[in-house]
């Protein structure tokens, strides 16, 4: 779902696990960083739709990926 997310706007999104930085619009980079439920990131988002996209990814971990409980 975030690659999905991210593959929506023109900005760089980054994930960072540890010493471990992955393009989030990759869901293959994202796998390898294995981040599971509880991990600490870092998302780093440059360019031009910067704030929108960062806003929507916030939202997306918010609603802890639209799963139920």
Known sequence: MLAQLSSKYT??????????????KSVLGLTMLAAGKGAQIEI????????????EIVKLFQSNFYEED
């Open 11 to 24: 900005c760089d999104i980054w994930v960072k696990k540890n010493e471990k930085k992955v393009n989030a």
């Open 44 to 55: 780093e988002c440059t360019g031009k739709d910067e704030i929108l996209a960062i806003k």
